[in-house]
C-alpha cells in the first residue's frame, strides 16, 4: 500500500530552491525548505525468538546501517532514541500508539522488526507503520543465506521506506554504489564501494594511473582514463564492472574524462590529437568509431558531462582566459558560457533532473576548490562546501539528492558525501588517497 | 862335480866372451853428422768461423704490431733466419708481425763454419675484454643525472614558453641533437592547486609546447614524446609558490 503524505511533498526540495533565492542576488548556500518534515521513529530490530550470537551480531549490523541510511535519506526528521518506549517491538501487535505519539515524539511513522538467525540462514521480519492512521504501509520478510547480507537487507529496507514515505520521488541512495581512483604506492586504481564507504574493492589491475572514472546509465559499464605503467599515453578505456576492459584508441598524446551519452552509445571525452594540437572535447561511438571533434579551438577543453536528455554537453573550457564551464549542443553548435563569472572552474556534473550543474570553483582571490551548483536556466550559484580544505570533482547521487565529492578538510585527499543542500557531510574514506568519485545509477544490473 | 854344474859354467863363460867382444867394437871412429833438416813448409791458415748476432726491438709486442729483428754477422757467407723470414743479407734488419710468440735463430754459415744466434719476440697476449663504448642512451642518462639537461619551467596556468625556458631547450636540443640514438620522453607536470582534469590537459599542453620548441630546434619529431602526468608526479612535496613553481614543469626523461 503506498501512502501519499502531504507532508512529505514540499521536501522536494530542489524545486523549491529557485524561489527562495532573492532575485539576483548569490546565496551562501542552498537553504533546506523547512516545511514539518515528516517525522520517522526508526526502533532498533530485535531478536525474533532467541537472542543467539547469530542473531545478536546480525542485528548489530543490521540496526546501525539502517539507521545511518536513513539518516542519510535527508527526507527525515528522526527523534532521538533516547525518546523511545522501552518495550522492544517484535512484530506489529507490540506496538502501543499512543506511546509514539508524546509530545517529546510525536512520530508520523515507525520503522521496527525482528531478525532471526543461525549458522545458515537470517530472516528479516521488518515493518513500516503510519502511527496516526494506525497502518501498515510496508511488511517486509527478507531470507538470506550469508549473515554478511545483512547489511545489504538493512539497505534494500532503507531504501523501500524512502520510496514510500518521498512517494515515489527517490527511490533511496541505500543500495548504490560509488567508483573512486584510489592511490596505493605508485598506482592509482580504480575501486567501487558502497555509498556508505563500506565493502571497497578494486576492480582495475593494470599498475598504471587510472583516473576520472565514469558509470554507464544501466551501470554494466564503467569508462575511465588510464596510463598503464608500461605506456608513455592516456587512453580511454570501457570495461565491464567485474568484467572485460577495452581501449577505446585515440591518436595523439593524451585522452581524458571520457563520460557515457545516456542512451550508453557514445562516448565524450577530452584529446589532444595532432589536428587539434591541444585538449578539445570530441564525442565518439562506444567502439571508438565516427570520433569527432566538438571543439576545434585554441586552448584547453575537457570534463565534459552530457545533459540526461544526452542533447547538451557542458564542459570546461580556458578560452575566455582561466577555465570556465560551457554548454553546447551535442553536435557542438550553440555555445555559451554557463557562469558570468572568474576564476578557475572544473569537473561540471550534470543534474539527473537537468536542472542544475554540479562542478568546482576556485573563486576569484580564493585559494581553493570549493564544490558549486548551478541553475543552468538562470546561472544562479549555490556554494555547498566551505571552511577546511578544498572540495572537488562532484558528483551527483542518482536521486538528485545527494553529491559525492573528494575534500581536503582530513589532510589528503579522500572521498565525502552530503546532501545537494551541502548539509550531513559524511567522510566516506579514510587509508591512502581517493579521488573522483562517481555515484551510480538507478538500475538492476549492479548487485 | 856335477855334470850340470859344467854345463852351466860352460855357458856362462861363452856370454862373458861375448861381452867383452862386443866392447871392443864401439871404440871406432863416430860417422859425420847428418844434413841439416829443411825448413817446413808454412802450413795453410784455417777460414775463420763466422759470428753473428741478433735482435729484436722492441723484444715484446702486441698482436699485429711490428717488431724489427736486427743482424750483423762476421765471415758468413749467408744468412738464414727462420721463422718465415729466410735467406736475408749478411747483416740487416726486418721487420716481423709474429702472430704468437717466437724464438727467432739467425744462422751464419760460412767457410769456417757456421754460428747462430737467437732473439725471442713475446706476443702479449691481449685479454678479450668487451670494447667499453657509451651509448647516446648512457651519455643522455647521465647527462640528465648530472643536471646538464635540465627541466624548465612555467607560470601559473600558463603553457607559455620564457626567454629562460627557450634558453634551457636549446642547451637541451644540443644534447639530443649529437646523441640521436634516444628516444626522449617529454614530460608535462602542473602544481597542486588546480584540478585534476584541467591539469592533465594543461600538462599535456605544456609537454607539446616543449616539444615543438625542440623539434624547431632540430630534434626529430620521432624521437620525441610528450605525455602529461597532470599533477600526479610533484617534484617537490609541499603546498607554497617555492614548491608550486618546481612542480609546473617539462621534465625530460629517456625511454
Known sequence: MKILNWKILPLLFL??????????????????????????????????????????????????????????????????????????????????????????????????????????????????????????????????????????????????????????????????????????????????????????????????????????????????????????????????????????????????????????????????????????????????????????????????????????????????GGPQVWIMDADGSNLRRLVEEGGHCDSPDWSPNGRFILYSWQAPRQWKHDVYLAEVATGKLYQLTRDFGAGENPHWSPDGRHITFQGTRSGTKQIFIMNADGKHLKQITAYGINESPSWNNYSEAIN | MKRSTIFYLGLFMLSMLLVLSAGCAKKVEPPPPPPPAPEPAPEPVPPARPTITLSASPDSIKKDVEATLTWSSTDADSVVINGGVGNVATSGSVKVSPVESTTYTAVARGEGGEASATARITVIKEQPKVVVKETDLEILQKAMRDGLIKPVFFDYDKSDLSESTKATLEENAKWFRKYQDAQIIVEGHCDERGTEEYNLALGDRRAQASRDYLIELGVSSSRLEAVSYGEERPFVQGTGEEAWAKNRRAHFSLK
Do not use: C
Request: proline share 6%.
Open chain 1, 15 to 320: 524545486f523549491q530552491l529557485a524561489g527562495i533565492m532573492a532575485q539576483g542576488q548569490r546565496p551562501d548556500a542552498v537553504i533546506f525548505p523547512k516545511p514539518t518534515p515528516t517525522r520517522l521513529a526508526v526502533a532498533d530490530f530485535s531478536p525474533r525468538t532467541s537472542a543467539n550470537p547469530e542473531t545478536l551480531s546480525s542485528l548489530e549490523v543490521f540496526n546501525k546501517v539502517l539507521m545511518d541510511d536513513l539518516q542519510f535519506a535527508a527526507f527525515f526528521d528522526i527523534p532521538s532514541r533516547s525518546f523511545y518506549p522501552l518495550k522492544p517491538l517484535r512484530t506489529p501487535a507490540d506496538i502501543v500508539y499512543e506511546n509514539w505519539q508524546v509530545p517529546t515524539l510525536d512520530v508520523d511513522f515507525l520503522a521496527f522488526g525482528a531478525i532471526q538467525a543461525d549458522a545458515t540462514t537470517t530472516v528479516v521480519e521488518a515493518y513500516l507503520y503510519d502511527i496516526k492512521t494506525r497502518r501498515q504501509v510496508l511488511g517486509k520478510r527478507y531470507t538470506v543465506t550469508d549473515p554478511a547480507l545483512s547489511r545489504r537487507v538493512a539497505h534494500e529496507f532503507a531504501d523501500q521506506v524512502v520510496y514510500e514515505l518521498s512517494a515515489g520521488a527517490s527511490k533511496g541512495v541505500a543500495n548504490t554504489k560509488i567508483l573512486f581512483s584510489k592511490l596505493r604506492g605508485t598506482e592509482k586504481e580504480i575501486w567501487m564501494m558502497d555509498y556508505d564507504g563500506s565493502n571497497a574493492e578494486r576492480i582495475t589491475f593494470n599498475g598504471g594511473i587510472n583516473k576520472f572514472p565514469e558509470w554507464s546509465s544501466d551501470n554494466k559499464y564503467f569508462t575511465y582514463t588510464s596510463k598503464p605503467d608500461t605506456s608513455n599515453h592516456w587512453s580511454l578505456k570501457i570495461q565491464e564492472v567485474n568484467g572485460e576492459s577495452k581501449t577505446i584508441e585515440v591518436n595523439g598524446s593524451y585522452a581524458s574524462s571520457p563520460a557515457f551519452s545516456p542512451d550508453g552509445q557514445k562516448i565524450a571525452f577530452s584529446a589532444s590529437t595532432p589536428d587539434s594540437r591541444d585538449a578539445d572535447v570530441f564525442i565518439a561511438n562506444v567502439d571508438g568509431s565516427g570520433m569527432r571533434n566538438l571543439t576545434l579551438h585554441q586552448g584547453i577543453d575537457t570534463s565534459p558531462t552530457w545533459s540526461p536528455t544526452g542533447t547538451q554537453i557542458a564542459f570546461i573550457s580556458d578560452r575566455s
